[in-house]
C-alpha cells in the first residue's frame, strides 16, 4: 500500500497529534500520535465478548485462569527490570522473557476484568524499562553477529516486542499524556528504531529472525498510530517492497505451505507471521493478507500440523526432538486459522492441545469445541513443495494408519539456510507412535545457560549437521557440499515421482552436486501386503560417481537388538573411533562384518513390536554397528545407536532394503507373538534400465518392487532373475507372484 494510503487508513484509529516537545533522540513520524484511543490489535467489541465468556467455555476459561495465576505470582514478586548479563537460560535473560509474558497476559486481564490493578502493573513495568532502554548498547554476553538491547541476540528483542506491544495496546489509553509519551518513544519507538533503522541489513533479510523484527515493528507501528513504522515493517527499510514482511511471506514459504528451514523453524516462525498478519487484517482487512498467495499463511499452519507425528515435528535440520504441536507458537497459529477458516478439523487439534489463546479467536476455538464442533483431523500423505516456486524439492510422507500409525517421510527438499543440515534424501520412519528410523536433529540444550548458554553447540556442526549423522549416502567420508550451506542453497534436490494408490505408495528423488561428479537417485515405498501385518517400507538407492569411491549408507534406528542377522567382529575390549573428521570422529564403532555380498538383517525390539530391516547391495558392504558420543569430552551428544552399510571402490552401485514392522512384546503379560518377520529374504536384480527389489514372503509368495532408472518414464520395461520376467510399463510396478516351488 502507499505510504499516504496507509495514512488515510491510520487517521480513522486516532485523533491528531497533540502539540508537545517529543523526546529529542527519536522522533516519531509526523502522522503518529501519542494521544489515547481504544486497542487496535484487538477491538473493544471483542474485549467485551471476552469478558462476558466468563465460564461458559471450559477451555478459555481455564486458559484465563492460568494466565492469572502466572500474572498475580508476578505482581506478588514486584516490578524487576534488570540490566541485562546472561545468555539464554540465565537469571536475567529469563526475567525479561517473563516480563514480556506477563506485560501481554495482564493487558488482557485489565480488558477481561476492568481491575486496574493489571493495567498499573503493566505501566509500572514499561516506565522501568523507559528507564532503562535508553542507557543500553549491545548485550555484553555471548558472540551473535546482532546482538540485542535487553537479550544477547536481537531476535529475543524482537520477540519481547511482538508481545509486549499487545499487552501495551490494551491498557495504553489508562495512561497519563506523560506516561503514554516515555512509554511510546523511550520504549516502543527506541526499540523499533534499533531493530530497524540500526539494523537495517538484519531487518530486510528474508529469515525468521526478520519476520520477528517486522512483526514487532509492525505491531508497534499499530499501537503508536505510525504509519511509517507500519509500512517500514511491510515493505522493509527502502519501503520498496523488496523485503519486509510482505517479501517474506512470499519467499520464505513454498506454494503449499511449506518453510524454507523445516519443520521446527516453520513452528518457530509461526508465530509472528500470524501474529502481525491478524493485527493486519484487524486494521487494515483490505489487504485480504490471510488470502495472499492463494492463502498461504493457512496453508502454513495445515502444514507444520501434517509435518508432525503423535503430537510431535519431525526433527529434520536445526531441531528439537521434544517440539510438538503444544507449543505456544502453533496454538496461536491453530486459534487464528481457525478465526479465519471455521475448520472443525483445527478444533481437534486445539482440543489435543489442551489450551488456546485469551484472544477473540481463542474465544472461538474454545466454544467450538465445548459446541462439540471438533472432527478429526486427517494425516495424510502428502508432497510438499520446497522454495517459493514450488520448484527446490519437496518433503514427501507416506502414511498409513492415522496419526499413529505408519509414516515415512523423504527429505527432498532444499537446503534450508545455515539451519539445513546436510542430508539430502534422508528418510524417517515412524510406527506404533515412535520414531523409528531417527533424526538426531540439533545438538542444542536450548535456555540451558550450562551448555554454551542453551545455544547450539560445537557438535552442532561437527556431528548432528553432518550427513553420517543422517539416513543419506555419504560420499567418501565426506558431508554433501562439502559442509557449506551457502553451495547446498545452490543445488536444489530434483523430485521425480509421487504417488499414492491402495497398496502402494511411493516417492522417488535426485541429488546431483551434494559430491563432485556424484548422482544420487533414492525411491521408497510403503507397500502392504495381506500376508503382511503392517505396512512395510522398501528402499532403493542408486549413486553413479565420476570415479571409484567409498559409500556409507547409514540407518539410524530406535529400539533395542535382538538378532543381529550377519556375522561381526564385537569390540568388547576396546572401541574403537570411525573415523576423523565430518562426524566419524564422534562414533564408536562396536562390531563390524567382513565384507560381503549376501543379504543380511538387523531386528530390534521398540514399545512392543518388532522391526527387521533386511538389506542387500550391487557389490560386496561391510556392516558397522556404531554409536554417537566419541570424542565428546563434555557429554554433549546424546548415545543412540545406527547400522552403516559400506562398499569400496565402486563408481556405480545399488542400496537395496526393507523395513518390516511386526509381532508384539507384552513384559506385562509375558507373551511374545511374531517376533519372526513375514518377510525371509530381500533380493535385487538390475535390467538394461531398470531395478527390481524382491521380497520373498514366509509362504514362498514374492513381493516386488520394479523401478525404471528414469522415474520419469513413460516406456516399457525388464529385468530378469532367477526365470522370472518382469515386465511393465512406465516409472514403476507392483508385482505379487505365487511361489515358484
Request: no cysteine; glycine share 10%; charged share 20%.
Amino acid at each position: 500500500m502507499n505510504p499516504k494510503v496507509l495514512v488515510a487508513v491510520l487517521a480513522t484509529l486516532s485523533a491528531a497529534s497533540p502539540a508537545g516537545v517529543q523526546a529529542q533522540s527519536v522522533q516519531p513520524s509526523r502522522t503518529a500520535t501519542h494521544e489515547a484511543a481504544s486497542p487496535v490489535l484487538v477491538s473493544p467489541d471483542d474485549w467485551r465478548a471476552m469478558a462476558e465468556a466468563g465460564d461458559r467455555y471450559p477451555m478459555f476459561s481455564a486458559e484465563r485462569a492460568r494466565v492469572e495465576r502466572e500474572v498475580r505470582a508476578a505482581m506478588a514478586a514486584g516490578i524487576n527490570v534488570p540490566r541485562p548479563r546472561d545468555l539464554g537460560g540465565g537469571i536475567t535473560h529469563e526475567q525479561h522473557k517473563a516480563n514480556y509474558k506477563a506485560i501481554a497476559g495482564a493487558g488482557a486481564l485489565y480488558r477481561m476484568t476492568g481491575d486496574r490493578a493489571y493495567a498499573d502493573f503493566v505501566r509500572d513495568i514499561l516506565l522501568a524499562y523507559a528507564d532503562l532502554y535508553p542507557t543500553l548498547s549491545d548485550h555484553p554476553a555471548g558472540n551473535s553477529p546482532v546482538k540485542g538491547r535487553l537479550f544477547w541476540q536481537a531476535l529475543n528483542d524482537s520477540v519481547w516486542l511482538v508481545y509486549s506491544a499487545q499487552g501495551y495496546d490494551a491498557i495504553r489509553d489508562t495512561l497519563s499524556a506523560a506516561d503514554r509519551r516515555r512509554i511510546d518513544d523511550d520504549v516502543f519507538r527506541r526499540m523499533a528504531r534499533f531493530l530497524s533503522e540500526e539494523n537495517a541489513p538484519y531487518f530486510d533479510r528474508i529469515h525468521n529472525h526478520a519476520t520477528w523484527a517486522t512483526a514487532g515493528v509492525g505491531m508497534t507501528g499499530y499501537v503508536l498510530r505510525d504509519p511509517d513504522l507500519v509500512d517500514r515493517a511491510l515493505n522493509g527499510t527502502a519501503h520498496d517492497g523488496r523485503a519486509g514482511f510482505l517479501r517474506q511471506i512470499d519467499e520464505l514459504f513454498s506454494p503449499d505451505g511449506y518453510y524454507a528451514e523445516g519443520p521446527y523453524y516453520q513452528r518457530y516462525a509461526l508465530a509472528p507471521f500470524i501474529i502481525f498478519a491478524r493485527a493486519i487484517q484487524q486494521n487494515e482487512p483490505e489487504r485480504g493478507i490471510f488470502a495472499r498467495r492463494d492463502g498461504v499463511l493457512l496453508k502454513a499452519v495445515d502444514g507444520v500440523i501434517q509435518t508432525s507425528y503423535a503430537g510431535l515435528l519431525f526433527p529434520i535440520n536445526d531441531a528439537m526432538p521434544d517440539k510438538g504441536l503444544t507449543s505456544e507458537e502453533i496454538v496461536t497459529g491453530v486459534a487464528v486459522a481457525y478465526g479465519q477458516t471455521q475448520d472443525p478439523r483445527l478444533l481437534s487439534i486445539a482440543r489435543q492441545q489442551g489450551r488456546t489463546l485469551l484472544s477473540p479467536d481463542g474465544l472461538g476455538v474454545a466454544r467450538g469445541v465445548a459446541d462439540g464442533l471438533a472432527r478429526p483431523f486427517e494425516f495424510r500423505s502428502m508432497q510438499l513443495r520446497d522454495g517459493p516456486n514450488g520448484d527446490l524439492g519437496n518433503l514427501v510422507i507416506l502414511r498409513q494408519g492415522g496419526e499413529t500409525g505408519q509414516a515415512l517421510v523423504m527429505k527432498n527438499t532444499q537446503q534450508g539456510q545455515g539451519h539445513g543440515h546436510f542430508d539430502r534424501l534422508n528418510w524417517l520412519f515412524y510406527d506404533n507412535g515412535s520414531a523409528v528410523v531417527t533424526d538426531y536433529g540439533a545438538a542444542r540444550f536450548l535456555n540451558i545457560e550450562a551448555k554454551n548458554g542453551g545455544g547450539y553447540l560445537d557438535e552442532n556442526d561437527s556431528w548432528a549437521m553432518t550427513t553420517v549423522a543422517h539416513n543419506a549416502l555419504v560420499v567418501n567420508e565426506t558431508s554433501q557440499f562439502g559442509g557449506d550451506w551457502p553451495t547446498g542453497e545452490t543445488h536444489p534436490t530434483t523430485p521425480l515421482l509421487f504417488e499414492v494408490a491402495d497398496d502402494a505408495q511411493i516417492a522417488s528423488a535426485r541429488l546431483e552436486g551434494g559430491h563432485d561428479g556424484v548422482v544420487v537417485t533414492r525411491t521408497q515405498a510403503l507397500l502392504e501386503h495381506p500376508e503382511l501385518t503392517y505396512p512395510v517400507a522398501v528402499d532403493l538407492l542408486r549413486v553413479r560417481s565420476a570415479a571409484p569411491a567409498r559409500f556409507d549408507l547409514p540407518l539410524h534406528f530406535n529400539g533395542h537388538i535382538i538378532t543381529q542377522g550377519f556375522e561381526a567382529e564385537a569390540s568388547v575390549t576396546t572401541r574403537p573411533v570411525l573415523g576423523a573428521a565430518n562426524g566419524y570422529q564422534h562414533l564408536w564403532v562396536d562390531a563390524r562384518s567382513a565384507p560381503g555380498d549376501e543379504a543380511r538383517s538387523l531386528t530390534w525390539l521398540l514399545g512392543g513390536r518388532f522391526y527387521t530391516y533386511r538389506f542387500s547391495a550391487s557389490a560386496p558392504t561391510t556392516a558397522m554397528l556404531v554409536e554417537s558420543g566419541a570424542n565428546d569430552p563434555r557429554f554433549n551428544l546424546r548415545r543412540e545407536q545406527a547400522l552403516i552399510r559400506r562398499m569400496d571402490g565402486q563408481s556405480s552401485a545399488s542400496f537395496a532394503a526393507v523395513l518390516e514392522p511386526h509381532g508384539a512384546y507384552d513384559g506385562t503379560a509375558e507373551t511374545v507373538t511374531g517376533a519372526t518377520g513375514r518377510i525371509v529374504s530381500i533380493e535385487q536384480a538390475r535390467g538394461e534400465d531398470a531395478e527390481v527389489v524382491i521380497l520373498t514372503l514366509a509362504s514362498g509368495r514374492t513381493l516386488v518392487l520394479a523401478v525404471a532408472d528414469d522415474a520419469r518414464s513413460t516406456g516399457r520395461h525388464a529385468v530378469r532373475h532367477r526365470g522370472q520376467t518382469y515386465e511393465w510399463t512406465g516409472a514403476w510396478a507392483r508385482f505379487d507372484r505365487e511361489s515358484q516351488s
